[in-house]
C-alpha cells in the first residue's frame, strides 16, 4: 500500500495533463459512433458546440483567415433625399474550424454535414455602411460542415446602406456605392479576409440573379484590400464598389419629350404674322402649360439636390419667357409706328437701307428704274403701299386738266411721306423679329447641345 499511493498519485496527475495534450491536437476527431443510416447523433458534436463562444484555432497567434463573397440579387430602391441605398445580398462565410474532423469512410460515408448556425461559432463580418439597428437576417440558418473542417455559411440579407449619390446627371445618372466587410472585434492578428471567388465571378453572378428589372440596372463590381486603422488597432477589410445605372426611359418619355415638343411649338409661333393678335395670346397659353407640366411633373424629379435636368427646365421656361417679351416688344413696337408716327432716326434708315436695298451686282429692272431707296414695302392689314399712294398722286397737268388746284398735290404728298415713314418703321419690327428669332434659335440650340453634352459625360 505505501508503494501503491505514489503511482496512484502520479496517475492522478498524468490524466489531466494528457487530456489538456488531447485538446491541443492537431484535430478534435468525431466519434463516428454517432454516425448511421438514420442520422447523427447530436452528442458526437457537443465538445464542438461548446466551444462556440470561442475563436475555433489551435494557437491563438495564428488568425483565422475567413474568404467572403457575395451575390447582388435585387435592388430594392435608391433615396436620393436620404443617401440611402436598399439592396438584398446573399452573404457566403468560409472558413476552417481545426475542431472538427472525422474520417467519413468510417463514418457512413458521410462527407458533409448541416448544423445549425447558432451552435457554431460564426465571425463578425458586418458590412460597416449598413444600418445597424434592426437585424435583417432570418433565425434557424443552417452551415455545412465538411469533413475535414471547413465551414461553408450562406445567409440572405437585406442591406440599407448609406451611398453618396449624386444626381447631377439625373435621369441619366450612374452611381457608385460601395460594401466594406470588416470584422468588428478581430484585429489582422486574429482574423485575415480573403476572396471565395474572383470579382468578376461575383459580378457575372449578380447579374445573372438579378431579380429586379425596375428603375436600375447592375453594371460591375470592383474590390480593393485597404487596411482600415484606428488608433493602434488595425483591421482587415474588402471593399466592394458597385457601379449601378438608373433606366431613363422612363423620364425621356414622362419629362424630357414633351418639355421638348412645347419649346418646338414655342419657336414655331415665331412664323405667326407679328401684326397677328393671336400671337401673344398663343404665347402665354403656352408658358401656362408649361408651368402646369412642371408642377404635375415635379414627383418624378429627385427631391433633393440640383439635378440637370432642373436646370434644362428653367432654361426651357426662361426661352418661353423671353419669346413673350420679344412679341410684346414687336406688338409694341408696331402699335407705335402706326398710331405716333415718330420719326426714323438717320442711322435706323441708313441701316434699313443697308438690308433693304437690292444687290448692285445683279440688280432688277424695276429697281433700275426707281431712283428711291429700295425699301420693300411691307404693310399692315388695312394700310395701302407707298407705291399705290403714289400712282394715284396726280400731276400738277392732270390736276390743272381736271379743274384742280396745284395744292391737291402738295396735300397728297404728306401723306405719302407719312406712309413712307410708317413703312419703315414697319420694316424695322419685322427685321428686329426676324432677328431675335434667329438669337432665340441659336440660344436654344446652344444650350440643348450643351445640356446633351454634359449628359453624355
Not at 405716333?340 to 438690308?355: A, G, K, R, V
Not at 440650340?445 to 449628359?455: F, P, Y
Request: charged content about 15%; glycine content about 4%; aromatic content about 10%.
Amino acid at each position: 500500500m505505501e508503494g501503491g499511493w505514489p503511482l496512484m498519485r502520479g496517475f492522478l496527475l498524468c490524466l489531466p495533463v494528457s487530456l489538456l495534450l488531447q485538446g491541443r491536437g492537431d484535430t478534435f476527431t468525431i466519434n463516428c459512433s454517432g454516425f448511421d443510416q438514420h442520422g447523427v447523433d447530436p452528442a458526437a458534436f457537443q465538445a464542438v458546440f461548446d466551444r462556440k463562444a470561442f475563436r475555433p484555432v489551435i494557437n491563438y497567434s495564428i488568425p483565422t483567415k475567413v474568404n467572403i463573397s457575395f451575390a447582388l440579387s435585387a435592388i430594392l430602391g435608391v433615396d436620393a433625399q436620404l443617401q440611402l441605398l436598399t439592396s438584398f445580398l446573399w452573404l457566403d462565410m468560409i472558413w476552417d474550424n481545426p475542431f472538427i474532423s472525422w474520417n467519413p469512410e468510417e463514418c457512413a460515408n458521410i462527407n458533409k454535414l448541416t448544423l445549425l448556425a447558432e451552435n457554431l461559432w460564426l465571425p463578425d463580418i458586418f458590412i460597416m455602411e449598413s444600418s445597424m439597428d434592426v437585424d435583417q437576417t432570418p433565425p434557424g440558418l443552417t452551415a455545412y460542415v465538411s469533413s475535414g473542417g471547413q465551414i461553408h455559411y450562406s445567409k440572405p440579407m437585406r442591406v440599407t446602406s448609406i451611398c453618396n449619390l449624386d444626381i447631377f446627371y439625373f435621369p441619366f445618372d450612374q452611381q457608385n456605392c460601395t460594401f466594406t466587410f470588416s470584422s468588428f472585434l478581430y484585429t489582422v492578428d486574429r482574423m485575415l479576409l480573403g476572396m471565395d471567388k474572383e470579382v468578376w465571378e461575383i459580378s457575372n453572378t449578380s447579374r445573372n440573379v438579378i431579380q429586379t428589372q425596375g428603375e436600375w440596372e447592375l453594371l460591375r463590381i470592383n474590390k480593393a484590400t485597404p487596411k482600415m486603422s484606428v488608433g493602434s488597432n488595425v483591421y482587415d477589410q474588402i471593399i466592394f464598389y458597385v457601379a449601378i445605372r438608373r433606366r431613363p426611359s422612363l423620364y425621356v418619355i414622362n419629362l424630357l419629350v414633351p418639355s421638348g415638343f412645347l419649346v418646338a411649338i414655342d419657336a414655331l409661333s415665331f412664323y405667326l404674322p407679328a401684326e397677328s393678335e393671336n400671337r401673344a395670346p398663343f404665347k402665354m397659353t403656352l408658358l401656362l402649360g408649361y408651368n402646369v407640366f412642371l408642377l404635375t411633373m415635379n414627383d418624378l424629379l429627385p427631391a433633393s439636390g440640383t439635378p440637370l435636368i432642373s436646370v434644362y427646365f428653367a432654361l426651357c421656361l426662361s426661352l418661353m419667357v423671353v419669346s413673350l417679351l420679344e412679341t410684346i416688344f414687336i406688338t409694341y413696337l408696331l402699335h407705335l409706328a402706326t398710331t405716333q408716327h415718330p420719326p426714323i432716326p438717320q442711322w435706323l434708315h441708313s441701316l434699313l437701307q443697308h438690308y433693304t436695298s437690292p444687290k448692285k451686282c445683279c440688280p432688277t429692272a424695276p429697281q433700275k428704274e426707281n431712283k428711291s431707296p429700295g425699301l420693300t414695302p411691307i404693310h399692315l392689314p388695312g394700310l395701302k403701299e407707298p407705291v399705290e399712294l403714289v400712282r394715284k398722286m396726280p400731276s400738277p397737268k392732270e390736276a390743272e386738266l381736271n379743274g384742280r388746284p396745284e395744292s391737291t398735290g402738295a396735300q397728297q404728298e404728306p401723306k405719302a411721306q407719312k406712309q413712307h415713314l410708317l413703312d419703315l418703321w414697319i420694316q424695322f419690327g419685322h427685321m428686329m423679329d426676324s432677328l431675335l428669332f434667329h438669337l432665340y434659335l441659336l440660344f436654344l440650340a446652344s444650350s440643348i447641345i450643351t445640356v446633351i453634352i454634359l449628359w453624355n459625360t
